[in-house]
């Protein structure tokens, strides 16, 4: 069955298939591929708030399906995500992904200067690469207080290399950096920070058309 928007129309131009970059924490036991950890701050959980809220915003936007790759609190292998993403890749020829991370840096105790975006596209795509300058575009902006600083190149990151389709990898902000920290713990600024990132995906695709 095709999806459908929240008006019920079918679609089958557009999907975009988010990644929570890592997997889930139970009870507060870590999973193997749990993420890093700084202070309160455990990657996987905040990651997973921000594919939930992804989800919402590409719904919300009316034009783009989403697949969310894993179901908290389950732990998927990065190898069982790019087969999923892969499978996915093999049904629909209009689908795009992103892998949702938050970066750090220094002694993993205190904090660190280092802050900011960063979305990495897949090196031998074009497409990636247009996929990872529509999203760029959305989030330089005041309108959320995480500064971003551009989109780059990587020829190793499996989320983004081995998926068969246009694929980004989105590190939000520094959760060793105080402002950064505070600014993605804050509900305002992930719902922002999501419609712009649903709103830059929705670009990508009008481009392709
Ligand atoms: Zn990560």
Redesign the pocket.
Known sequence: MKPKTRIGVEIDTAICAIDA??GGMLMRKFYTTA??QFKDFH?CEI?RLYAFELSNQLYLNDVIGFELIENCPVDVSLKDRIKTLNLLASKRNNCVSNSI??NAAGNGKDWHPAMGSVIFYNAFDKESKKLAQCISARIDTDEIPIVHRGIKPTKSFGMVRKPNMPSALTELGFMTNKADHNALKDSQVRQKYCALIAAGTGDYFKQRV
Do not use: L
Request: glycine content about 24%; some cysteine; proline content about 0%.
């Open positions: 970059g890592h993420g890093k990657e990651n991370h938050c």
